[in-house]
Nanobody, 121 residues
């Protein structure tokens, strides 16, 4: 099981970017697909997620600016980043939380390698 991110890059203040994540492999039960980010010198933080009921959750900084969505084919997760600021500069990571095999194995977090988002003033 792996997740692969794409779509990062550079944008100016007020600009937009769209991130993509593809979850590959097989698992028994998905709990969520999520986007996290980590800026230099800071802890990794949740940006947005969709759980297995389709419920979306956003961080306070993402509300009203970012939009998370599932793709229509495969296990794809997108993050539309709008009205970007320099505070959004970070490495963005996709996360799959799932029961991979047997329920007794518990939940596993699968992380991608990350994609860099850099916003200039």
């Amino acid at each position: 099981v792996q997740v692969v991110e794409s779509g990062g890059g550079s944008a100016q203040h007020g600009g937009s970017l769209r991130l993509s994540c593809e979850a590959l492999g097989e698992w028994r039960e998905m709990h969520h697909l999520a986007w996290y980010r980590q800026a230099p010198g800071k802890a990794r933080e949740l940006v947005a997620r969709i759980d297995n009921r389709g419920v979306r959750e956003y961080s306070e900084s993402a509300k009203g600016r970012f939009a998370v969505s599932f793709g229509t084919a495969g296990h794809m997760l997108f993050l539309q980043l709008n009205d970007l600021t320099t505070e959004d500069t970070a490495t963005y990571y996709c996360n799959l939380r799932a029961v991979i095999r047997a329920p007794g194995d518990g939940v596993t977090d699968v992380w991608g390698r990350g994609t860099q988002v850099t916003v200039s003033a």
